[in-house]
């Protein structure tokens, strides 16, 4: 069983930045790898960006590439993403969400584990 918590999320305007923290319990986190989602009011979850369990490997939806970066410190259990240049369509509830396998997909049926989220408002 594997247990997620994000933490990070808050208020800032935009062009600001957010560094979004999911703490994970289990033996999947080392050999999974983690998506990032997010949800707007009255839109689908999306993904925004993973990486593969070693971090060798990340992908990013287009509307966040150059802006957002994932990383992750197996040591610790924990993944990163820095959020840079917020803009108000970024607000939303971020997910973390970890597979039991180690390939980034960017579709959410294929991850096993979520955790509650955490709420981005970005301000204009």
């Known amino acids: 069983q594997v247990e997620l918590v994000e933490s990070g999320g808050g208020l800032v305007q935009a062009g600001g930045s957010l560094r979004l923290a999911c703490a994970a319990s289990?033996?999947?986190?080392?050999?999974?790898?983690m998506g990032w989602f997010r949800q707007a009011p009255g839109k689908e979850r999306e993904f925004v960006i993973g990486?593969?369990?070693?971090?060798?490997?990340?992908y990013a939806t287009d509307s966040v590439k150059g802006r957002f970066t994932i990383s992750r410190d197996n040591a610790k259990t924990t993944v990163y993403l820095q959020m840079n240049s917020l803009k108000p369509e970024d607000t939303a509830l971020y997910y973390c969400a970890v597979r039991t396998a180690t390939t980034v997909l960017s579709a959410a049926r294929w991850y096993d584990y979520w955790g509650q989220g955490t709420q981005v408002t970005v301000s204009s």
């Open positions: 990486i593969s369990w070693s971090g060798g490997n990340t």
């Open positions: 289990g033996r999947t986190f080392s050999s999974g790898a």
